[in-house]
Structures are given as C-alpha cells and as structure tokens.
C-alpha cells in the first residue's frame, strides 16, 4: 500500500490537474462527439440510447487519461474505478437529461446544443467528483495504512524502539 503522505505530495498542482482535466476533458469530449455524431447519423438508435453509449466512449478514455496523467494516481485500488464508475453513472444520467430538455424544449436540429450544455455541467461535476473521491490522494485513512521494511530490520532487535518513534 502506499503511504498517503507520499502519495498526495507527488501529484501535480490544482491548476496542472484542472489544465491536463480540460485536455483529457476535450478528448473525451472529441470522443463523445464523433461517437454520438456517427451513431445519430448512421443508425436507428434513439438521441438518448446515442448519447449514452458516446459518452460511455468518452468515460472510457477519460478513466485512464485522468488517472495516470491528470491526477497521477499509482494506487491499485478496486475504489478508484468503482467511485469513477459511480460519478459517471450519476452525471451521466445528468447529461442525458439536460441533452433530453433541449431537445424536448429546441427540438431535434438542436442537437449540438443540447450536447454541449450538458457536456459543460457535467464537466464540472466530474473534475469535482474524480479530484474529491476517485482519485483523492489516498483512499484508506494515513494512520491505517502500513509501511513496509526488510524483513531483517523486523526481526532485528536494536529497532524495538523503531515502532515506537
């Protein structure tokens, strides 16, 4: 396990994680676009079934992009994908629903609006959720994560104190 000391010290500045989020953002978002574009153009499927599965595209490539560049995250934890799952599932009914009120309230030739409100809203709910729960520096609490040594310093009897300091 890492120590949560390390680990947050490592990572980049706000303002680094909020610019490499608008780039892995914006290629998520080129994803989604193209995705939804293709799928609204070239099938029957509905503006909604559309929209989901071009933003699950996005999602996608969004997780790796984020966790290893945008918030440099090394931990191996089933947390992480399971809280960006969570987040997406929740913006992306948000996402759906906004893309669905313009369409409802414009009309169908509304289509690129009603895609980039609701990629603006969720955009922000997402940078928030992904630096705040999925990749937060640490996802066990400092004092309960363990730091490994030798096994020869464990069993050597001149660090007894070592626990202790």
Not at 40 to 55: E, M, N, Q, V, W
Not at 88 to 107: D, E, F, K, P
Request: proline content about 3%.
């Amino acid at each position: 396990m890492l120590n949560s000391k390390n680990n947050a010290a490592s990572r980049p500045e706000v303002s680094t994680q909020i610019l490499r989020f608008l780039v892995i953002g914006g290629s998520s978002v080129a994803i989604d676009g193209v995705c939804y574009a293709l799928i609204t153009s070239f099938s029957a499927l509905s503006p909604d079934l559309a929209k989901g599965i071009s933003y699950l595209c996005g999602m996608l490539f969004g997780f790796w992009g984020n966790k290893l560049w945008t918030f440099e995250s090394k931990q191996r934890s089933l947390a992480e994908p399971l809280l960006y799952v969570l987040i997406y599932a929740c913006t992306l009914g948000i996402n759906i629903g906004i893309n669905r009120l313009v369409l409802s309230l414009a009309g169908d030739e509304f289509r690129l609006l009603g895609f980039f409100l609701a990629t603006g809203v969720t955009t922000v709910a997402n940078f928030v959720g992904m630096k705040f729960l999925a990749f937060r520096a640490s996802h066990v609490p400092a004092e309960a994560s363990t730091q490994i040594i030798p096994m020869e310093e464990a069993f050597d009897s001149t660090n007894i104190d070592r626990k202790a300091a």
